[in-house]
């Protein structure tokens, strides 16, 4: 690829990871339609992974047949409680043997952060290994690759694309699967069940660079 190719494509790779984590943010209607939202995320993963462009299809056509107080009643049941969470959005909760949060894993993904000079964010109160929290470091990961490719420093841009793939292989491509396994089965919205597919489908592809 030209550097001009490089960029765009990190561009819109990036766009779709941060596109991707706000979605599991509690939902507001009015966010998730503002400024073709989710026509962009289908746009761009036309182009950078068909294979999940369908599903944020999907996403956008099914999205219009719920209410705003459907989608947040069927959030609370899969991602917050309180009567147990049918899909915890916690990494640790796969990948440590005790099926905790904050369990050994949970540190690791804070080290990765503090690597790159991130501090906790107090205003966005979840766990450092939360799917968004891990989905919008991803897209920290690109646009630092896209910062260094504009400026020419091709090697730098090669460092943070490899720091991409040791996170992904570390965390969300050895939990995403599964979390994306217990969303499909259960829950019946329409939306939630796109979601689960788009980002299971993106997440795997994204560690090889396709």
Not at 4 to 18: A, I, N, Q, S, Y
Not at 67 to 74: A, K, P, Q
Not at 157 to 169: E, G, I, S, V
Request: charged share 20%; with cysteine.
């Amino acid at each position: 690829m030209q550097n001009c190719d490089c960029t765009v494509h990190e561009l819109m790779r990036g766009e779709c990871f941060r596109f991707l984590a706000a979605c599991f943010y509690q939902p507001k209607k009015e966010n998730l339609c503002a400024e073709n939202f989710l026509s962009t995320l289908v746009e761009n993963l036309q182009e950078i992974c068909p294979d999940a462009a369908s599903a944020a299809q999907r996403m956008q056509e099914s999205l219009a047949t719920y209410s705003e107080e459907e989608l947040n009643v069927e959030y609370a049941r899969l991602f917050v409680g309180p009567f147990g969470l049918k899909a915890p959005p916690y990494g640790s909760i796969y990948l440590d043997n005790d099926h905790t949060v904050m369990g050994p894993s949970t540190l690791a993904t804070i080290e990765f952060y503090e690597q790159e000079g991130l501090a906790r964010d107090d205003s966005f109160h979840e766990l450092p290994d939360h799917i968004v929290v891990e989905l919008e470091f991803l897209y920290f990961l690109s646009y630092r690759q896209v910062e260094a490719i504009q400026k020419g420093e091709m090697e730098l841009a090669d460092t943070y694309r490899q720091k991409q793939n040791q996170f992904l292989d570390c965390f969300p491509v050895k939990w995403v699967p599964s979390f994306c396994t217990l969303m499909q089965n259960e829950t019946d919205n329409q939306f939630y069940s796109a979601l689960s597919d788009c980002v299971n489908i993106f997440i795997q592809a994204s560690v090889t660079g396709d």
